[in-house]
């Protein structure tokens, strides 16, 4: 199988770094394509991949194209694409509120997956939802599940409405946690801790509460039983959050991000993808 991956930012370059250093490719080194001469050098520089500034040179051989560019470039990089589209070739994209019909339309390909990706996947603990045009076959889904678990792990879904919902849980909330751990770290200071003290107490004590979730079947709201004892120090903080709706409040910020992907979707099959 030849794999391409199309941009060489952050998210593609994630992706071709970790495809590389993992069993998916058997035979042979992964192609990845970019425009800018400064990406190229780098690339270059890592001799780790086939590295080219032509799609006619990497395109027609690849078996996998994995379209890791902003959607703003989608129209372009597509219609240059076209041309060398053949049968049977399987396009992965990246591309945030790019639609699978758009991408179908665009290349006049039929067997196209739409990925979304988080963050934590430029550290190997990336959570990835992904959907499938019906021509993709079980073979070929297990083939990209692989792919994408080079990542982390990810999570095939029914329905592109379902990539947008999942926009606003996985695919945003890595920029919740940050939030939290903001104001977190802002009332550390507050209390007299130095910034270096206060990054530590909030780093660590999330990554511990992420370990005690992964470690057992108990939800958070048993953890937060097994933290907060009546009339104490956590169950004043809880009811403080209870008090001013601050769960609600995440929720609906969830919903906005969900509401915001669907309205980008709608964006790109009218072709506005500058607004993405």
């Known amino acids: 199988m030849n794999v391409l991956v199309i941009g ?8 071709a770094e970790a495809i590389a250093a993992s069993n998916f490719l058997t035979d042979g080194r992964l192609m990845i394509f970019d425009k800018s001469e400064e990406k190229l050098a780098e690339l270059r520089d890592k001799d780790l991949f086939d590295v080219h500034d032509q799609l006619a040179t990497c395109l027609p051989k690849a078996d996998v194209v994995l379209i890791a560019v902003k959607p703003v470039h989608a129209p372009s990089l597509m ?5 060398m589209v053949s049968d049977g070739q399987l396009f992965v994209s990246i591309m945030a509120g790019v639609t699978i019909q758009t991408i179908k339309k665009g290349l006049n390909a039929s067997k196209v997956v739409r990925a979304m990706p988080n963050l934590p996947a430029l550290v190997g603990l990336g959570m990835t939802s992904y959907t499938a045009s019906e021509q993709v076959s079980r073979l070929e889904l297990a083939a990209i599940e692989r792919l994408l678990d080079t990542t982390g792990r990810s999570m095939m879904l029914p329905s592109e409405s379902k ?4 926009t606003g849980i996985s695919g945003s909330g890595p920029a919740y946690i940050f939030y939290f751990m903001q104001a977190l770290m802002d009332a550390a200071t507050k209390m007299g801790f130095v910034e270096a003290d206060a990054r530590l107490l909030v780093s660590q004590t999330f990554a511990g509460a992420v370990e005690l979730f992964n470690s057992s079947a108990l939800s958070p709201e048993d953890w937060m ?8 120090t956590t169950r004043a ?3 403080s959050m ?3 709706n601050v769960n609600a409040l995440i929720q609906e910020a969830a919903y ?10 709608k964006q790109t099959e009218g ?3 500058s607004h993405a």
Do not use: H, Q, W
């Not at 060489?8 to 992706?15: D, E, F, K």
């Not at 219609?79 to 041309?83: L, Q």
């Not at 906005?256 to 979707?265: Q, S, T, V």
């Open 271 to 273: 072709e506005e993808v």
């Open 79 to 83: 219609a240059e694409m076209k041309p």
């Open 163 to 166: 990539i947008d919902a999942s």
């Open 256 to 265: 906005a991000a969900f509401r915001r992907a669907e309205e980008l979707g």
């Open 8 to 15: 060489g930012g952050n998210m593609g370059m994630t992706y």
């Open 242 to 244: 209870d008090d001013n």
């Open 237 to 239: 903080a809880l009811d």
């Open 225 to 232: 039983a097994k933290v907060a004892s009546k009339g104490g």
